[in-house]
T-cell receptor
Framework: GQNIDQPTEMTATEGAIVQINCTYQ??????LFWYQQHAGEAPTFLSY??LDGLEEKGRFSSFLSRSKGYSYLLLKELQMKDSASYLC??????????WGAGTKLIIKP | GAVVSQHPSRVICKSGTSVKIECRSL??????MFWYRQFPKKSLMLMAT?????????EQGVEKDKFLINHASLTLSTLTVTSAHPEDSSFYIC????????????FGAGTRLSVL
């Protein structure tokens, strides 16, 4: 079956670095996505990885290892506004997104 | 990224009424749109894939007569929740994209439906 696993909740300190891990098993693979979702709002696109390696975009970076079915989202210099849920999603061979349940990130001062 | 407009943002209605939700892609032609629902603290659940000019493809367990989807143009898809009941109360979100533009889906702001 198809499955996405990511931690339910993580806590980090303002100014620090946090890594949110995601493992996936999908029928075929057309990329790994990370979205940010603030409470009560729709998801917003953060990153897309289709090849192995690290993609850096400002304070956020995303890593992919296709052989391991593994990705992580790295957030640096954490700010209070980064408190949100982070959704990992894998796109299968039918170009359908398979979503994880999301990781709620709590930032403490 | 692409801009997707979704209206209304919030609906409160009586049980038995029908509610229409609109999703517009403002700056590109979306041949495919997706409709999701999300319960509190749960992940997104794909309800259906809407293709312009053809019938929507519904996911298993989603009643097509209950959730009517129309995608009559390249910029507009609508979801109508017919004869809404309290259990239909949820957060409904549309997205466009999925092919081309690196397969990225861009989401509307979502519609929070509360059925009394």
């Amino acid at each position: 079956g198809q499955n996405i696993d990511q931690p339910t909740e993580m806590t980090a300190t303002e100014g620090a670095i946090v890594q949110i891990n995601c493992t996936y098993q999908t029928s075929g693979f057309n990329g790994l996505f990370w979205y940010q979702q603030h409470a009560g709002e729709a998801p917003t696109f953060l990153s897309y990885n289709v090849l192995d390696g690290l993609e850096e975009k400002g304070r956020f970076s995303s890593f992919l290892s296709r052989s391991k079915g593994y990705s992580y989202l790295l957030l640096k210099e954490l700010q209070m506004k980064d408190s949100a849920s982070y959704l990992c999603a894998s796109m299968d061979s039918n170009y359908q997104l398979i979503w994880g349940a999301g990781t709620k990130l709590i930032i403490k001062p | 990224g692409a801009v997707v407009s979704q209206h209304p943002s919030r609906v409160i209605c009586k049980s038995g009424t029908s509610v229409k939700i609109e999703c517009r892609s403002l700056d590109f032609q979306a041949t495919t749109m997706f409709w999701y629902r999300q319960f509190p603290k749960k992940s997104l659940m794909l309800m259906a894939t809407s293709n312009e000019g053809s019938k929507a493809t519904y996911e298993q367990g989603v009643e097509k007569d209950k959730f009517l989807i129309n995608h009559a143009s390249l910029t507009l898809s609508t979801l109508t929740v017919t004869s809404a009941h309290p259990e239909d109360s949820s957060f409904y979100i549309c997205s466009s994209g999925g092919r081309g533009d690196l397969n990225i889906q861009y989401f509307g702001a979502g519609t929070r439906l509360s059925v009394l």
